[in-house]
């Protein structure tokens, strides 16, 4: 259950999340130490994150034919716990989804026609239920869209103490990885060594603004952006920890649903995490204040299929209760 936590998606692949299996429970909790405080104050995104890992949990026991219960409660030190109990039958949705898990990948890569069809759109909605509703982009909106997206990175990366955040991630170099204890790669999130290097030496803040890399990122990301067929925004009931962790869970079913017919996704947080941008994608999309803005997801066929991405030894995950 944890490998399969392990393989859900989080912000910058940091893997955010501590485990504790105790009894008939593997409790969940966030890892404050891999968060990103600048660019998600709220930890809206760790949350979110939080609700995919453990959905992926309930998903392999519920794969192999046990009874699961996920429950969530703020107040606890250990919020998230899935309970797992014998005696069913494995539910064949569950079985359909789970087996995506392991080869499901973030496609930042480009994406081809035709677009998604009615019934994949419609089997991703019904698999983000309840956590998360799916509001797909119309056609008539999608350059607005763009632009939310082209202006989102602008600001970020504009902005010295995001990059700061985003940076610590980014291990160019294998002893980099070594060093930071988890081995993981920023070429794992699609960023080659030579731009790496360069993007930090240009990151000194006088430096970034004087060449124009925030604008000159922001009009790459709108290309790249631009070659999904489909944008897909997840929105959940409440705009609190329980309601995105449900969120959370809902799109990571969808994922895996759109995963089981060939298709890809990949979200880009800069829209959510932008407040200017996300008021536009809350505006094109009809969602309220109230709700919570889960994730905005291009998704697609893809050109060419990704091999998964590694991550961090699930021993390194566990939290043990001493005897
Ligand atoms: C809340 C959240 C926001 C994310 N934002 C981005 C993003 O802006 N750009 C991106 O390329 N990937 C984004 N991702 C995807 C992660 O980078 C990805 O899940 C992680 O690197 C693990 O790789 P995988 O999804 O291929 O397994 C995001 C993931 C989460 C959970």
Same mark, same amino acid.
Request: one cysteine or more; glycine letters at 8%.
């Given at each position: 259950?944890?490998?399969?936590a392990?393989?859900?998606?989080?912000?910058?692949?940091?893997?955010?999340?501590?485990?504790l299996?105790?009894?008939?429970?593997?409790?969940?909790?966030?890892?404050?130490?891999?968060?990103?405080?600048?660019?998600?104050?709220?930890?809206?995104g760790?949350?979110?994150?939080?609700?995919?890992?453990?959905?992926?949990?309930?998903?392999?026991?519920?794969?192999?034919?046990?009874?699961?219960?996920?429950?969530?409660?703020?107040?606890?030190?250990?919020?998230?716990?899935?309970?797992?109990?014998?005696?069913?039958?494995?539910?064949?949705?569950?079985?359909?989804?789970?087996?995506?898990?392991?080869?499901? /990948?973030?496609?930042? %890569? +480009?994406?081809?026609?035709? @677009?998604?069809?009615?019934?994949? #759109?419609?089997?991703? =909605? &019904?698999?983000?239920?309840?956590?998360?509703?799916?509001?797909?982009t119309?056609a008539?909106?999608?350059?607005?869209?763009?632009?939310?997206?082209?202006?989102?990175?602008?600001?970020?990366?504009?902005?010295?103490?995001?990059?700061?955040?985003?940076?610590?991630?980014?291990?160019?170099?294998?002893?980099?990885a070594?060093?930071?204890?988890?081995?993981?790669?920023?070429a794992?999130?699609?960023?080659?060594?030579? /731009?790496?290097?360069? %993007? +930090?030496?240009?990151?000194? @803040?006088?430096?970034?603004?004087? #060449?124009?890399?925030? =604008? &000159?990122?922001?009009?790459?990301?709108?290309?790249?952006?631009?070659?999904?067929?489909?944008?897909?925004?997840?929105?959940?009931?409440r705009?609190?920890?329980?309601?995105?962790?449900?969120?959370?869970?809902?799109?990571?079913?969808?994922?895996?649903?759109?995963?089981a017919?060939?298709?890809?996704?990949?979200?880009?947080?800069?829209?959510?995490?932008?407040?200017?941008?996300?008021?536009?994608?809350?505006?094109?999309?009809?969602?309220?204040?109230?709700?919570?803005?889960?994730?905005?997801?291009?998704?697609?066929?893809?050109?060419?299929?990704?091999?998964?991405?590694?991550?961090?030894?699930?021993?390194?995950?566990?939290?043990?209760?001493?005897?």
């Open positions: 259950m944890i490998e399969a392990a393989a859900a998606y989080s912000p910058q692949n940091a893997q955010g999340w501590r485990f299996p105790h009894g008939d429970r593997l409790y969940a909790r966030l890892d404050p130490s891999r968060m990103f405080p600048v660019v998600d104050p709220t930890h809206r760790s949350w979110v994150s939080l609700g995919a890992a453990v959905e992926n949990a309930r998903l392999a026991a519920a794969a192999a034919g046990y009874a699961t219960a996920v429950s969530f409660d703020p107040t606890q030190e250990w919020p998230a716990s899935v309970q797992v109990a014998t005696g069913t039958t494995a539910d064949q949705s569950n079985v359909v989804l789970a087996a995506q898990m392991m080869s499901r /990948r973030t496609h930042r %890569g +480009r994406m081809t026609p035709p @677009p998604l069809s009615r019934a994949e #759109l419609s089997a991703a =909605a &019904r698999a983000a239920l309840p956590g998360a509703r799916v509001v797909t119309p008539r909106d999608r350059v607005r869209v763009l632009d939310a997206v082209e202006f989102a990175v602008r600001v970020q990366v504009g902005d010295r103490d995001a990059r700061r955040d985003l940076h610590r991630w980014h291990r160019f170099w294998p002893w980099e070594k060093r930071a204890t988890d081995g993981l790669l920023a794992n999130l699609g960023m080659s060594r030579i /731009r790496g290097i360069v %993007g +930090r030496v240009l990151a000194a @803040p006088p430096l970034v603004s004087m #060449l124009g890399v925030p =604008a &000159r990122l922001g009009r790459e990301a709108r290309r790249a952006a631009a070659t999904a067929t489909d944008f897909l925004v997840f929105a959940s009931p705009n609190d920890p329980a309601a995105l962790f449900e969120g959370g869970r809902g799109w990571q079913r969808a994922a895996l649903a759109l995963c017919s060939g298709a890809v996704t990949h979200a880009m947080t800069a829209p959510v995490d932008v407040p200017d941008a996300a008021a536009i994608l809350r505006r094109v999309h009809g969602i309220t204040e109230v709700e919570g803005l889960v994730a905005f997801v291009r998704a697609g066929r893809p050109e060419r299929v990704l091999p998964p991405v590694p991550r961090r030894d699930p021993a390194d995950l566990i939290d043990i209760i001493g005897p």
